[in-house]
T-cell receptor, first 113, second 115 residues
Framework: ETGVTQTPRHLVMGMTNKKSLKCEQHLGHNAMYWYKQSAKKPLELMFVYSLEERVENNSVPSRFSPECPNSSHLFLHLHTLQPEDSALYLC????????????FGPGTRLTVT | DQQVKQNSPSLSVQEGRISILNCDYTNSMFDYFLWYKKYPAEGPTFLISISSIKDKNEDGRFTVFLNKSAKHLSLHIVPSQPGDSAVYFCAARENYGGSQGNLIFGKGTKLSVKP
């Protein structure tokens, strides 16, 4: 596998479920990001990790919980979500934090019922 | 309030003609501007960038123009090809006194190139 991969590609969950999104990058990058893309809205930055340390939490509700066990893997743990959380969740990486070119995964299309 | 604006949600162009995608921004602390291209079911991929100290950058069929006084940038694709049909996102990077920040994205413009 090369680049940035995300699993699952599609996820449907109820509001009381707990699920996790996974992201893996094979680029040797030090920074990883979670973005949310809702319909007709810009990509919104959610979290930034640099060298496995969370350096930014962009006012994201606590029902979204990120985890970065190493520089190649990033998770987004989801619990008690709301229907308005339905969106495309994109993971990205860059050589270091602040690099202007980011490499994106294909995204997970999440539907909360 | 949106700092990066793409006011045209869609654009349709004939193959072989020029496509011009526009982007406006409000934050004078942006130091780098980028265009990303996104096909359905794929993540955005980097296309071309321009530093705030330049006014033009060219890469093959793609040219980005920056007008700092107007806080406006545009992406020109010439000649346009059907494979260019995608959503194009404008993005800008914040720079606060040497501390580089995050990318701020626009909503995207969907380009359709008709054969």
């Amino acid at each position: 596998e090369t680049g940035v991969t995300q699993t699952p590609r599609h996820l449907v969950m109820g509001m009381t479920n707990k699920k996790s999104l996974k992201c893996e990058q094979h680029l040797g990058h030090n920074a990883m990001y979670w973005y949310k893309q809702s319909a007709k809205k810009p990509l919104e930055l959610m979290f930034v990790y640099s060298l496995e340390e969370r350096v930014e939490n962009n006012s994201v509700p606590s029902r979204f919980s990120p985890e970065c066990p190493n520089s190649s893997h990033l998770f987004l743990h989801l619990h008690t979500l709301q229907p308005e959380d339905s969106a495309l969740y994109l993971c990205a990486s860059s050589p270091d934090r602040g690099e202007w070119e980011q490499y994106f995964g294909p995204g997970t299309r999440l539907t909360v019922t | 309030d949106q700092q990066v604006k793409q006011n045209s949600p869609s654009l349709s162009v004939q193959e072989g003609r020029i496509s011009i995608l526009n982007c406006d921004y409000t934050n004078s602390m942006f130091d780098y501007f980028l265009w990303y291209k996104k096909y359905p079911a794929e993540g955005p991929t980097f296309l071309i960038s321009i530093s705030s100290i330049k006014d033009k950058n060219e890469d093959g069929r793609f040219t980005v123009f920056l007008n700092k006084s107007a806080k406006h940038l545009s992406l020109h694709i010439v000649p346009s090809q059907p494979g260019d049909s995608a959503v194009y996102f404008c993005a800008a990077r914040e720079n606060y006194g040497g501390s580089q920040g995050n990318l701020i994205f626009g909503k995207g413009t969907k380009l359709s190139v008709k054969p």
